[in-house]
């Protein structure tokens, strides 16, 4: 009637149900993993779960396609590094231009250093700028 046959049809249905039924397999593994470590990453969950996944026929992608629809992946924290210590026994200097108007182009240059790369191997980036033209 709408231009598919039934064994098509049928075949289709029972492979929805498959896929449905490995995903709830492969989210009951994970979930029995995370009761223990909550914070287990998809990459390592997927190499502790490996020989699991394989038996199960269940890829990386495929793994992690099933955890984003069940919203079983974890967002990463953000890294944050401190570079500026403010509280340190050197003379702070006043902002003596925070009350200035800037009327014309080279009345007033400002400085900045800003912290580039890892803490192994630090490199430092200093920036002079003019402050009316930027």
């Known amino acids: 009637m709408f231009g598919v046959d039934r064994q098509v049809y049928y075949r289709r249905i029972k492979g929805a149900k498959n896929r449905q039924n490995l995903a709830q397999k492969v989210v009951s593994l994970v979930q029995e993993i995370r ?26 992608d495929k793994f992690f396609a099933i955890l984003s629809a069940n919203h079983l992946l974890i967002t990463p924290k953000r890294t944050y590094h401190t570079t500026t210590m403010s509280h340190h026994r050197f003379r702070k ?3 003596i231009i925070k009350e200035l108007n800037f009327v014309r182009p080279n009345q007033v240059w400002v400085s900045d250093i800003t912290y580039i790369g890892k803490r192994e191997k630090p490199y430092y980036l200093s920036l002079i700028t003019d402050a009316y033209s930027k």
Request: proline fraction near 7%.
């Open 93 to 95: 200097y006043p902002n």
């Open 35 to 60: 009761r223990v470590q909550p914070r287990n990453g998809t990459r390592k969950l997927y190499y502790s779960l490996y020989d699991e996944l394989q038996s199960l026929k269940v890829g990386r």
